[in-house]
């Protein structure tokens, strides 16, 4: 088991401050993706990012793969309400071997 | 508009009991998945198959029963539930196998089963 760890784990915040997730790991993915998951729904994907170092920008999120590959993190800008979800990182490592992290679980206070 | 989808949405069982997760998928997905979500363990992949008549074991894959026949569908079967087996179950398509650029993983919306 590749063990990929998130924090923090809960995270409350007021609409409009900025806020950064972790997901990190000992071992090395040939890529990372980030999802968001709404309650009673399955995951979605946000992001897959490749490259070592990479960053990628999708509106007010943005997501960083770590220069070893082995950790990643989403910072998000202005967060508003609507950015309330389960997001959870995911790591490829080989194929047919998807391995997710613990989740962080985001609330966005109005 | 369909993707992937998903019976039933809840179940109770009891213990012993045995029953099946349906999942289909309308994209000509080659690669499906089952997962099992539980709090603070993330998702973890049960079985998965990358076609028709081809199928592997996850990470988790004890007490669970998997075939594929057809591309579209994928039914996870447990033979005796047990409580240990309570989670929510997820199915997954993809248009190719993960690994290397990490294809987009595409979900249903999730059985929630309790077994008491």
């Known amino acids: 088991t590749q063990l990929l760890e998130q924090s923090p784990q809960f995270l409350s915040i007021q609409e409009g401050e900025n806020l950064t997730v972790y997901c990190n790991s000992s071992s090395v993915f040939s890529s990372l993706q980030w999802y968001r998951q709404e309650p009673g729904e399955g995951p979605v994907l946000l992001v897959t990012?490749?490259?070592?170092?990479e960053v990628k920008k999708l509106k007010r999120l943005t997501f960083q793969f770590g220069d070893a590959r082995k950790d990643s993190s989403l910072h998000i800008t202005a967060a508003q309400p609507g950015d309330t979800g389960l997001y959870l990182c995911?790591?490829?490592?080989?194929?047919?071997?998807?391995?997710f992290g613990t989740g962080t679980r985001l609330t966005v206070i109005p | 508009n369909a993707g992937v989808t998903q019976t039933p949405k809840f179940q109770v069982l009891k213990t012993g009991q045995s029953m099946t997760l349906q999942c289909a998928q309308d994209?000509?997905?080659?690669?499906m998945s089952w997962y099992r979500q539980d709090p603070g363990m993330g998702l973890r992949l049960i079985h998965y198959?990358?076609?028709?008549?081809?199928?592997d074991q996850g990470e988790v894959p004890n007490g669970y029963n998997v075939s594929r026949s057809t591309t579209e569908d994928f039914p996870l079967r447990l033979l005796s539930a047990a409580p240990s087996q309570t989670s929510v179950y997820f199915c997954?398509?993809?248009?190719?196998?993960?690994?290397?650029?990490?294809?987009?993983?595409?979900f249903g919306s999730g059985t929630q089963l309790s077994v008491l």
């Open positions: 990012v490749v490259t070592g170092g």
């Open positions: 997954a398509s993809s248009s190719s196998p993960l690994g290397g650029a990490g294809e987009k993983l595409f």
């Open positions: 994209m000509n997905h080659e690669y």
């Open positions: 995911a790591g490829a490592a080989g194929a047919n071997n998807l391995f």
């Open positions: 198959s990358v076609g028709a008549g081809i199928t």
